[in-house]
C-alpha cells in the first residue's frame, strides 16, 4: 500500500459547492476509484488559502489523479472545471506532496 498526498487549488467563494457536488459523488466514479486501488481518500480544505489537501492509500498502480484516460473521469473533471484551477484537459491543478514523516 503507498500513501499519496496532494494539494489542488479551490476558487474562491466555492468551498460549499464542492462538498455538495463530492456529497453526490457519482457511484459510478466511486467505484472505478476503489477498483483501481484507491482507498482511504480524504480531501481537506484549507479556509485562509483555499488549498485543497486530499490523501489516499493506493493498493494499484494508479493515484485518483492519475485517471484521466476514462470517459467518467473526463465528465468529472468537465463538471468540476468551474470551481477549481485545472490543465488545459480539465484535469485539476494537482501538486504532489513529498512525505516527510509518517508514524504508524
Known sequence: MR????????????????QR??????????QQIKDAG?????????KETNILFGYQE????????????????????AYMKDIMQTNPDNSPVTIPLREVFHLD
Open 38 to 46: 484507491v482507498g482511504n481518500y480524504s480531501i481537506y480544505w484549507d
Open 3 to 18: 500513501r499519496f498526498a496532494f494539494k489542488m487549488f479551490l476558487k474562491p467563494g466555492y468551498e460549499e459547492e464542492y
Open 58 to 77: 493506493i493498493a494499484g498502480e494508479q493515484s485518483s489523479q492519475d485517471m484521466g484516460a476514462d470517459e467518467i473521469t473526463q465528465r468529472w473533471w
Open 21 to 30: 457536488r463530492h456529497a453526490q459523488l457519482w457511484p459510478e466514479l466511486k
